[in-house]
């Protein structure tokens, strides 16, 4: 199968989905993350450009621990709106990935982009396999249905998972892609005090301890008409 | 009464009203289907424009059927926002049937333009009757409480329905409105391989099953303050 | 129709339902009030066996200017239970009643006897009408559907009404009724420094600010198949 | 695996999980249907007595069919209570069926025994296991994580599936158990004039328009800690 | 502490928050009210820009009462949209204010602008505080955790406050300050019959009933991540 | 104040509630932890009689290190029921205690002994200040308006918490206090593989999350008219 990770930043991936995505390499599937915008606002000091460019390389750093192909997007970080241009954007990114299967941020998530990202997928995954759709630069890839998941929130706050994956067994391999995001080591302890390493351990740990395993993570299923959800295509 | 249902859609009405909208107009009240596409994208062969005006044919034809006036506002399928330009599109579109009684999409419903088309008339609903309200073409309409009802979704997902009307006696109008959409037959067949006859009979019979009767529609209601909330004003 | 209202104590049906079955009288229905609870306990000084005889012959007092039957079951006060002895008890009531309509506590309000009061009408509604019912008194009354319909939480805690009944001009009437309950202003007073008077003009004009009216009293529907959900049975 | 379906009356299975049953006798699974209570009480004219041996008779039948084992508990019909005595009761039920996966009642569905037996597995789900439980009759069975699941509701009030099961293979098989129960398919034509064939095809045909199938059976799973929640045990 | 309260039109902060903003001026913290729109279009009769003049004076009036600043920004009415333009706008008003505590409309109010304020409020806050956040006029303020609080709806529709402040010794305030907008008087009794002091009376009056006092605001919390969720910041 | 956590089994408290108290203690209020069952059941080899007496010793020893009184009632453990014999039992445990806050399990927990002492905790509060409840081994304690909090769900299943406290320096109390109970170490570990001090640190570490400080506990209030709830109880 195609696996696509549509994620707002450079590290949301490997915080909340990552262990999942290598389960999938492990299994043999093709895993893309789609990273929307160019992360340049997030930090206090750094200036976007050169913030930018940083993050882009640990993002592929981390993709290729991983084994998965990068999407650069490049929208402006802090600034993704549910508008005509960035649906355009939205809806190329999921062709080129062609997906089988989706992971995307919770439409309630505590961050303006991550929820609009949300709002985005959602508004684009029908529309991809449309081949008259105008206005797009790529052609029209398969409309069968695609599953579509949304990550964890951080903490917890407004999610109640329905989908668990056991991380356990790969668990090193999502702290060894976290690790790639040097910059954002400094920027969270720096505006909020947090370690990420802890809070990855915080997060998969309790999932974990819901599910039955040592690490998980938690996901709920977009339920939608005709996708075939008469099967789980989680690992 | 005036009676208005706003589909994004050509054949969305038939799917989940027309059997309520035929008891309206059995019972003697105007009825109004507005139609806010084109419906030109959902083919995977038939090209924009024909397949545009073949839709709106077929629409006409099931309007006639039902004896309701159709509104063809003709914006690009699958390109539905709530933005300032279409906001005054819907708007008119309220002035224009002047109703007492509203129907749309579901704000939850799997596909992007019911979304949207969904918050628009929520956003016009209450500025119809607003005389000095800028950019719009037409007059204002009756300030007064129109109810507003949200239809179902396909397959139940994510609605639990608070109302039911009750349409077994009109059940044979809504399949010959529906079957005015011939080119949804096919599209839906090529598609998804969904029979649409099929589609209707498990909708409205399941419906039926809970409200006891043979075939039923179900809607949610829109709560909003001082709009007449001590009176059924369905049929 | 035979309309029933099922309340523990003396005066929950004055506080939450009394208007709206006051709008029925006027319609020509036949009403009854059934008190569960002896109300013995509810008070601070006043012994059980002095209290509960008070508070019957208020209750008597308020049935009558409605024009209502009285239905008083006797169960000790706080002492509700959903066990065999008292659902027998209350199918004996709905038999008694034969009701159409039935009013009774929230599932969720905040007295345990109000909540187990609840769940036995809930447990007896569909085995009132089922003829070899062991271990009853009275014989089955119809089967056909009655519709169940859940009162107000005070202060609207855990509750969003969806019907609304509109009470203005019986509001007199409601407070006429409550006005028989003497002995329970000077409970309210002492226990908790509430004046019921107060209380029921904040609830039913607050509803009534949500319904477009000046006082309104809100329910829920219990919905459950078969029980003709396409109409409305509220006044 | 074992798998336990525990229903309160004998054509509760038939209505709401056969087809998922059938699903697990094809692949290979030892398959019991449990029927909490008689089934004497249903029927407004049949004698108790003689209605409970036509139901088992009815039951054995069905379950011959399936190809499952048949656990008739007795319980009287519409007495269902979660008291220590149905407690002790319902593990035995589990310890004789030691399962992986149990199905019950919904805890919400319209029917108080339906709602008790819901209740009562719930109970003793967990207590199964535990050797020195007091008062059982059989030795405890293995403690590890069941998983448990909610059938739907009828008509599908309450109810909003986040599992799906595809039957449309088994969907004949599905119809032939539930013929077998000929002296339910009179009472609900007479009681709620109802034809049980239309409900399982509205209801299977219902589910399945959303999962993507011609017939699906829907449920929830039971999220408790510990129970194996990262794999999907349904067929 | 730096207290903000983001309203849609002038009258709003009266209706819901005047209470609770005025126990915070009684405290000696800092209060502000910011007001979005220019409130221009809400009278059948009078012109936008009359009507503009005449609710900013209104609402200058009210605030010194209050002993707060006001934030005019003068969005033309009913015309209130997430889109980026508003969004820098939004942000500065944030910036000037740097709040410790942020109240704003509920995300599912009943008027389309109400809802936006609320979605340009929760995108606005975390940006407020990052510095090279682009095209904004003020500089940002400081990052730290404020905490947002939602409004009560009118009428409670769809809204179950989870927090209350008891407003009964600052309730003459609350009056005098809604006094101020004589224009609102007027406009809503021609409108929607409604008497604005009636209608604080039974919301507050409500409230009380519920929280345990004469008069209260009702408030639901944004609970976001890292944001001091363990202390409580209400008076 | 007067502080009581209401636990079904002599570890419960521990788990989810412990540093809360120890805050409490900390700031100079009184607190009792009851112990509604006799934990004799939980142990696949360990017999009753036995393991009941070594459970009361560990509840005391961790009572001993918080500093708080302990009432221990004895109710056979997995047998818990909200009758009228426990009924009786849980109001003069509440009554001896006299709280003016009490935590007690959440009523959809995964235990069917959590959920049946949380609902007679439920049913118990409004009545221990009645002085003429009949059947109680103890006179009533005052009858104001105690706030009741809801504990956790392990791995929060089912949990999303409103409320949440800052534990971060009393961890090593709660530690402590569960280390107690060595038996239950073993029990687990058994039972599910579970480590207790995993637990508790992905428990608080993800509430802490959530809430801005390292370890935080997790409560959602019981909203109730008339209990003060325009103040914060918790520490």
Redesign the interface.
Known sequence: MNILCVAAHPDDTELLCAGTLARYVREGHRVTIAIFTDG?????VV??DILSATREKEARAAAEILGADLIWTGV?D??V????EQ?HLMIDVLRRADPDVIFTHSPND???DHRYVSQLV???Y??KG?????GQSLPACR?A?AQLYYMD??????F?P?E???ITDVFETKKAMLACHKSQFVAMED??S?DMN??I???A?????????RY?EGFT?L????????R?VLP
Chains 1, 2, 3, 4, 5, 6 share one sequence.
């Open positions: 340049s606002i997030g930090d206090a200036k976007p402006t802090e600034l709106f549910p508008d005509k649906r505590y961050h303006p959602f508004d684009s029908f529309q449309l081949p008259h759709m105008p409309f249905g929130n951080i903490g917890g706050i407004n109640l329905t668990y994956v056991d505006l909020a947090i802890w809070m351990q915080m997060q740990g309790f999932r974990g301890l819901a599910a039955g395993c998980a299923r339920d939608a008409s005709q996708r075939g959800l008469t789980r």
